[in-house]
């Protein structure tokens, strides 16, 4: 009998101890801009477009840029980027990454002095935050799974300083957050489905966190242009707190038990970056830009994404019943990531194949190699992300001469790009590893569309 109730004992703290686990850690890189892209164009040019970028893409790859365009320009976009990786052959079941893109630039003159301000919002299109857990015994896609799912807002200002010179600079906002679960009443031991009575209560909590980004572009000739980007980094921490606090019953007189956890993890990290870019219209053939720009990512000053975590469980049990319960209950510790600094080349040519008074084409294609950051996976951490080469397609439709219905013109954008995800071999130093070697690889497929109208 006693054997009995120490085993519906156990089913109920099971039941308690899994209830404090719905909202365990979470954990993801940056947000969907850093790993996609901003607007159609410049996802078309492969981002090379820090150098000369004057839509309001460029309160992304730029700030500068905001005040080198004509007039007021409002974009609006979406994307969609859908991935086929696998590991050891099965599918990891990675989310769609897509998302709805705004951008603002508005180019103004007062006093002789000429400025401008922006603003750029991308919101993934099925919640406003989607994170997952980082288990160093479950391997997953750090860098393809989480990270894309976050709100991107950044606000700039910029200034037009000589004819050849412009500056601009903002912040950009994130939101890490602090939940609380608690749980409170009593479960029966011998009847937990029928007279278990628990009320639970979750409070969550917002802030703000910014960082900021600078960027200039110097005019050096009418046919070359130089662009310099950075963009600070910054990291969330989520702090997660769930309290158990009730009576066991069932047994005699109730039992009172109480569980606490508490964990803190990064859920969102970007590191600082520098960018620089050269675009180049060459004389001879003036319908036609290359750019190319150079980003040296900070990836080994990244935090670790395994959190840390204290559990205390106490079950104050009568005399005579055999319940043991453990002194301590060891929670997890941050393991080091041993990330590696990065340098991404891009590569972006756009070609003028149409132009006419009324309308215009423009053909696009653009190159990105990102060399993976994470090491080979040989200890007890499992992040299989690979090297990433990033091919992009794409045209914009421009209409003109709307007068007077519309004094600008508009300015269609659509994009297609495919990603290979190359395939590497992760093969772990313990011959007992619990997930053992593994190969993972695949790529991606997106597409995407936008529109501009430009006010002159």
């Avoid at 401008?116 to 406003?128: E, I, V």
């Avoid at 992009?392 to 439709?397: D, H, K, Q």
């Avoid at 519309?406 to 995800?421: E, N, Q, T, W």
């Amino acid at each position: 009998m006693v054997t009995r109730r120490v085993t519906a004992l156990g089913a109920s703290l099971g039941l308690l101890l899994g209830l404090s686990t719905l909202l365990l850690p979470r954990s993801a890189l940056a947000n969907g801009v850093d790993t996609n892209g901003f607007m159609s164009r410049s996802v078309a040019l492969g981002g090379a477009v820090s150098a000369d970028v004057q839509d309001p893409s460029s309160n992304y790859y730029n700030p500068a840029g905001i005040v080198r365009g004509e007039g007021l320009r409002l974009m609006l976009a979406y994307s969609n980027v859908n991935s086929n990786l696998s590991i050891n052959g099965v599918d990891s079941n990675v989310e769609r990454m897509a998302g709805i893109d705004f951008g603002l630039s508005a180019p103004m003159e007062l006093g002789g002095i000429r400025f401008g301000f922006g603003l750029g919002l991308h919101l993934p299109d099925q919640r406003l935050s989607r994170t997952r857990s980082s288990l160093v015994e479950r391997p997953r896609w750090e860098l393809f799974d989480t990270r894309p799912h976050k709100v991107f807002v950044s606000a700039n200002l910029a200034v037009r300083l000589t004819s050849w010179l412009f500056i601009g600079g903002g912040i950009t906002f994130q939101s890490p957050s602090t939940l609380e679960l608690n749980i409170r009443g009593e479960a029966d031991a011998l009847q937990p489905e029928r007279r278990t009575h628990l009320e639970h209560e979750f409070r969550g909590d917002l802030t703000s966190i910014r960082y900021p980004d600078f960027g200039a572009q110097v005019r050096l000739s009418d046919a070359l242009s130089l662009g310099v980007t950075y963009r600070g980094a910054f990291e969330l921490k989520n702090t997660i707190r769930a309290t158990v606090d009730g009576d066991i019953t069932g047994l005699g007189d109730p039992i009172p038990l109480r569980f606490t956890l508490q964990s803190i993890s990064v859920s969102t990290y970007v590191p600082q970056q520098v960018d620089v870019g050269l675009a180049w219209r060459p004389e001879f053939w003036p319908r036609l830009r290359v750019g190319f720009d150079l980003t040296w990512v900070d990836w080994s000053a990244h935090t670790s994404l395994i959190p840390t975590e204290d559990i205390a469980l106490t079950v104050d049990a009568p005399p005579g019943l055999n319940i043991n319960v453990p002194s301590e209950i060891v929670g997890r510790r941050p393991i080091p990531m041993n990330l590696k600094d990065r340098f991404v080349p891009r590569v972006g040519i756009e070609v003028r194949a149409l132009d006419e008074q009324r309308y215009a084409l423009d053909l696009r294609a653009g190159y990105v190699y990102e060399r993976t950051p994470f090491p080979t996976q040989r200890g007890v951490t499992n992040f299989v992300d690979g090297t990433r080469h990033q091919f992009a397609l794409g045209a914009g439709f421009t209409l003109r001469g709307l007068e007077p219905v519309l004094r600008g013109g508009i300015r269609f954008d659509a994009h297609f790009i495919y990603a290979r995800v190359v395939s590497r071999r992760h093969i772990k130093d313990s011959l007992v590893d619990p997930v053992g070697d593994y190969v993972a690889g695949g790529y991606q497929l997106g597409a995407g569309v936008a529109v501009e109208i430009a006010f002159e």
